[in-house]
């Protein structure tokens, strides 16, 4: 008899997520585990740890109502997997793989490991096609490309929801018409939440061509750990088996790594940094990897993850962590909401890493470095003096200094600041970056090449 | 040997125990399971060994064997290391990826060098001679500019019964026998060396030459030495992987070793990519030609990222053998920690600071020590060094931390990457005031020999302005940059454009991204002048807001975009121009 058919009712103990079988033979490690309860409810469990005759098993849809004596275990004899098909897009799945719209569940045409393999870094292609999002502190400064994972750093009370539906709205490729989709892959936001994203899909005929995995905030806390794999499994699927563009939505990572500690503590780990488990870098390089490019394929995997800071503090282990594996970030500021600015992005701790393979002649326009570097650098001057100005007032300073002062207010105002619809091209958002430069002296943009001062420069441009 | 076959009793993420494994010695390397992965023996109770497995052990089950192969972890050292790129376990990707596909499977067993290629060997030694570990037996011209001198392998000696002839051969050919003892022993072109074990050098020197990376920060300010070691410590978004990189570029070693240990795939992919294309400045000859890449990216098993370290600093040594120049970087030596701090933690051992385990700091120690500029081993007398740079990514860019302290109590250079200065995209984001070199003294002799006498001076005075203008800085922030005297307002400029038009330099400007020892040294004396020509003129009345609109103020600020061909002729008017339009300046405010 295989062990596929063996009902096993040695549970010798529940541990919060944690259930623990004895008496066992041929259990293998990760492999998934199906709980019968006494009243006949069926959950879904995997194996944790493995020993001859015993198995640590984490329970996803959480322990309550398990015990000692009636509950029973199956190992079905495979790790986790994940039926994919092209017929995903368009529809809904929980946090184990089952449709929740009211259609009928898909015949899939493969099923995967949904660990998914590590990439070969040979294999990977370079990630350089500009991907326009409309938003001009993207576009202009923290450029996104196609193939890379640029997560946003937000806090509680932060709309970041409405910027990552805005992205999901606006991002195209400049000149191409190709197939497009979105993997949403929601764990532990709330039922409004992800009603706006739903709504937000539905209104712009994006919902088509959307998968949505759903793990709502009053869904198993544990079904977030492969709630992750198994909707990267299913980009993977789409990308580099039918050849789409695939724009991934993780939101709320921050839930993710509660579920992460959650697992760990009730195994006892030795935990690191705040009682995150020490290999929590290991395990969201595990998900965040999966973005990319690989040769010879037409299809891609952008990542946009979001997570909440907890207490806005970027140092803390989670965006610590992420800002560790993944190409850069996109940060949230409370300071710039409250002063009604939106995107509040704070401009200044962003960060695009594949942003200079993207951009330049050819992609964006050839003074884009140039005009994305004198931004960063005129608005940190300005920002600065700020702080000057709180203390000597504004009196005080050089006629220099108060051009710079007056550059950093209008750099808010006019560039960072956008309509939650508005679609800026990369040559607004340019246009808009000259004239904000064209408050300082010519001779302070030195890091913008003097060809393109003269070529692009408003006030020299008219003089000529 | 007696075989050693156990079997699993336990598994836990990527360590496993199994029984029956009497017999077995520490480090010793096993297959595990039906799918023969890899893994190392890193504890041993009784006759169960707990092994750590370098693959991923999805689905492994309990029951499934465990064979010792009874060897320690090794590489295969030969020619066709250059312009590979490996994983931690010296498995070729590229070889992996013609076998499996885009996605690295599990179980995969390849040669890590090419058995069917053949290479042309010119044999040095003769029949007849008696030879020690080291001695060269031939070459092989590896790579355009790179001879792959044919070793005698440390543990062996003998006479040279015969050698073949001139020709071409597989490296697995018999090109050599040794008599010992009247025991033969026969020797190919490959040679196999435990990772973990420093490889023998008759004795270490001092090092005295600095490595010139192109980097103005680096080289004038916190140089390092041929033979030396540094660290990176900085938060992410500080630039640590693009330092590397420069540093890979071009950095003036022989050959290169660049480990990316647990970062990201996309940067392996740019070094790829970008290698063969870029030139080096010594040879002219594509960087792939000198490059040796280990590749175990975050997502990638996590006790290869052990391995990978080792694996990258063996082949280092085994250059450095052969009388080469050699850097290593390793990016990023947290996530190397971060393994161990992994493993420690499934093996249940007592931790130490944050989890990490106590041997942290000796494991650390022991991996930096394997630098070093050093007599060669053989009876010829030659010279190889191995520079060792490594990246630390302290959490939340606090150093604090047990990997960066313990990393700084070893290393004699720390550039401290700064996140302040990340933010204003002042790169490389080297903070000027906490980094540090401590092989300042030994390099300042090369620079002053070869480069300019006064090389010292000019660099501590440059540091001493910059100094000076930190301390004015806090004043500035109180009372505003027009409520300084004018003097000390001059010295503000010349530390800005010290500051920014020195101490920056941009990796991705075609020209600026390097810039040759003589060019650094022109433009520190150009601005150290503009310094003094500036503090003069404020003396004389000139108002300082006139001087910094001067035309030679642009002129000085694109100094580093000048290509290295013609800036002699052009920083020579420039300087001319300075002088003519200063003079003008204070001639006006006399009248």
């Known amino acids: 008899m295989s062990n596929k058919d063996i009902e096993y009712t040695t549970v010798i103990g529940v541990e919060g997520p944690l259930m623990i079988v004895d008496g066992i033979k041929d259990v293998a490690y990760n492999e998934v585990v199906k709980i019968r309860l006494a009243d006949g409810e069926e959950r879904t469990g995997q194996v944790l740890e493995a020993f001859e005759h015993k198995a640590i098993i984490q329970v996803f849809e959480g322990t309550r109502g398990l015990d000692t004596k009636l509950t029973s275990a199956r190992f079905i004899g495979e790790t986790m997997k994940l039926g994919v098909s092209k017929d995903m897009v368009g529809r809904i799945f929980d946090g184990t793989g089952n449709p929740l719209d009211d259609a009928p569940p898909i015949i899939p045409e493969e099923r995967r490991d949904i660990n998914g393999e590590p990439i070969n870094p040979c294999a990977r292609e370079y990630p350089r096609e500009f991907i326009q999002t409309g938003i001009s502190t993207i576009d202009g400064l923290n450029t996104l490309v196609r193939g890379q994972k640029l997560p946003i750093f937000s806090g509680a009370g932060l709309p970041h929801n409405e910027l990552a539906a805005q992205i999901a709205r606006q991002a195209k490729v400049l000149g191409k018409q190709e197939a497009f989709a979105v993997v949403f892959c929601a764990m532990g936001i709330t039922n409004e939440e992800a009603n706006l994203f739903i709504k937000d899909f539905e209104n712009t005929g994006a919902l088509e061509r959307t998968v949505m995995f759903l793990n709502l905030a009053d869904d198993p806390t544990i079904e977030r750990i492969i709630l992750p794999r198994m909707a990267l499994t299913c980009a993977e699927y789409l990308a580099f088996d039918l050849n789409m563009q695939v724009l991934v939505i993780l939101t709320d990572m921050t839930n993710y790594a509660e579920a992460l500690r959650e697992i760990a503590a009730a195994r006892e780990e030795v935990p690191g940094r705040r009682g995150y488990p020490g290999y929590m870098y290991t395990d969201l390089a595990s998900l965040y990897e999966r973005a990319g490019r690989i040769k010879d394929k037409k299809g891609s995997i952008t990542q946009i993850p979001m997570l909440t800071m907890p207490d806005d503090d970027i140092t803390h282990p989670i965006p610590d962590l992420t800002g560790y594996i993944t190409e850069g970030q996109i940060v949230l500021e409370r300071g710039l909401n409250k002063k009604n600015i939106y995107p509040p992005i704070a401009v200044l701790p962003c960060l695009s890493r594949l942003m200079d393979r993207g951009i330049g002649e050819g992609r964006t326009r050839g003074d884009h470095a140039g005009v994305s570097n004198q931004l960063y650098a005129a608005y940190a001057e300005g920002n600065d003096l700020r702080d000057l100005v709180a203390i000597v007032g504004e009196d005080a300073l050089s006629e220099r200094d108060r051009k710079f002062l007056e550059f950093a207010d209008a750099f808010e105002q006019r560039f960072v600041t956008q309509d939650n619809h508005e679609d800026r091209s990369i040559i607004q958002t340019l246009t808009i970056a000259w004239e904000l430069l064209s408050i300082l002296p010519p001779a302070e943009l030195k890091k913008i090449d003097e060809n393109y001062i003269r070529m692009y420069h408003p006030k020299l441009n008219s003089e000529t | ?591």
């Open chain 2, 1 to 591: 040997m007696p075989k050693i076959k156990g079997k699993i009793v336990r598994i836990s993420g990527p360590v496993i125990e199994a029984d029956n494994m009497h017999g077995s010695k520490m480090y010793d390397v096993v297959r595990v399971g039906t799918e023969n992965l890899i893994g190392e023996i890193i504890r041993l109770n009784k006759d169960v060994a707990t092994i750590q497995v370098y693959e991923d052990t999805n689905g492994l089950k309990p029951g499934e064997p465990v064979l010792s192969t009874q060897e320690p972890l090794s590489v295969e050292l030969g020619p066709g290391l250059i312009a590979n790129i490996y994983d931690g376990i010296q498995r070729p990707l590229p070889t992996i990826r013609k076998e499996t596909g885009d996605f690295i499977a599990r179980g995969v067993e390849s040669d890590a060098l090419d058995r069917k290629k053949k290479w042309h060997f010119k044999p040095i030694a003769k029949k007849g001679a008696t030879v020690i570990g080291g001695d060269i037996l031939g070459e092989v011209q590896e790579t355009s500019h790179i001879i792959h001198r044919i070793m005698v392998p440390p543990q062996h000696q003998g006479t040279i019964e015969s050698i073949v002839k001139e020709g071409d051969y597989t490296i697995d050919t018999e090109i050599v026998v040794l008599n010992h003892n009247d025991k033969t022993h026969a020797l190919t072109m490959i040679q196999r060396w435990p990772v973990r074990k420093p490889r023998p050098v008759k004795n270490k020197n001092d090092p005295s030459q600095p490595l010139i990376t192109g980097q103005r920060v680096v080289d004038t300010f916190f140089p390092v030495a041929k033979g030396g070691t540094a660290a990176i410590p900085g938060g992410f978004g500080t630039g640590k992987t693009v330092m590397l990189h420069q540093l890979a570029k071009w950095s003036d070693a022989q050959i290169v070793i660049y480990v990316g240990c647990g970062e990201r795939g996309n940067e392996m992919t740019d070094v790829l990519q970008e290698f063969p294309k870029l030139e080096d400045p010594a040879t002219g000859e594509p960087l792939i030609n000198r490059t040796v890449l280990i590749a175990n990216t975050s997502n990638m098993p996590v006790a290869a990222r052990d391995a990978s370290v080792y694996t990258g600093i063996t082949i280092a040594e085994y250059y450095r053998d052969m009388g080469y120049d050699v850097a290593l970087m390793a990016d990023s030596t947290s996530r190397w920690a971060e393994a161990m701090r992994e493993i420690s933690g499934r093996l249940e051992e007592m931790p130490g600071e944050e989890g990490y385990p106590a041997y942290l700091a000796s494991r650390l120690a022991e991996f930096y020590e394997r630098a070093g500029r050093v007599n060669t081993i053989g009876s010829q007398k030659r010279e190889g060094s191995v520079s060792v740079m490594g990246a630390v990514s302290p959490p939340g860019g606090d150093f604090s931390e047990p990997v960066a302290q313990n990393t700084l109590r070893i290393v004699k250079v720390f550039w401290a990457l700064d996140a302040d200065l990340a933010d204003r995209r002042h790169f490389p984001s080297i903070n000027w005031l906490k980094s540090y070199s401590l092989y300042l003294s030994e390099v300042s002799k090369w620079w002053g020999d070869t480069i300019g006498k006064d090389w010292l001076k000019l660099r501590n005075n440059a540091m001493a302005l910059l100094q000076k203008e930190s301390e004015l800085q806090e004043i500035v922030k109180l009372v505003g940059p027009d409520a300084l005297p004018a003097r000390e307002r001059a010295l503000l400029e010349s530390a800005k454009m010290i500051r920014e038009n020195y101490l920056q330099q941009s990796a991705f400007h075609e020209i600026d991204t390097y810039c040759p020892e003589k060019k650094q040294y022109e433009m520190l004396r150009l601005m150290l002048k503009f310094s003094q020509l500036i503090e003069d003129a404020v003396s004389k009345q000139v108002h300082i807001d006139d001087l910094i609109i001067m035309k030679t103020y642009e002129g000085l600020a694109r100094m580093g975009k000048v290509p290295n061909e013609d800036y002699p002729k052009h920083f020579k008017q420039l300087e001319h121009d300075l002088e003519k339009e200063i003079q003008a300046l204070i001639k006006e405010r006399v009248k």
